[in-house]
């Protein structure tokens, strides 16, 4: 691979993205970003979803602690995530509602 062919997906200066997993179809990719903010106004990592084209982005987490390290499981219906909700650091889980491609 050459990296010839590559395509910046997102086009952001004010805010981080982490984490990207592709879903194990390939449609999908899960990452965490601190593009939105908390009841505070101050950002804050919550788990995002876009297509694979970098379209449709949608926040699927809204919590005030910090949500990261997502992955997908291997069938693609369910995501895992690690918060520090409560103070403590735990594995988290959720099945997303997937926006119509």
Known sequence: MSGASETQLT???DFD?????WSPDGKWIVYASDEGFDSHNNRNY???????NGSQRTQL????SRD???CWDH???TV??????????????????LPAE
């Open 11 to 13: 086009q952001n200066t």
């Open 17 to 21: 993205i982490v984490d990207a997993r």
């Open 46 to 52: 919550d788990i995002w979803l876009m297509t694979a």
């Open 61 to 64: 987490t809204t919590n005030g």
């Open 68 to 70: 990261d390290s997502p």
């Open 75 to 77: 069938e693609g219906k």
């Open 80 to 97: 895992y995530f690690r918060s520090n909700r409560g103070g403590a650091w735990n594995i988290w889980r959720f099945q997303p509602i």
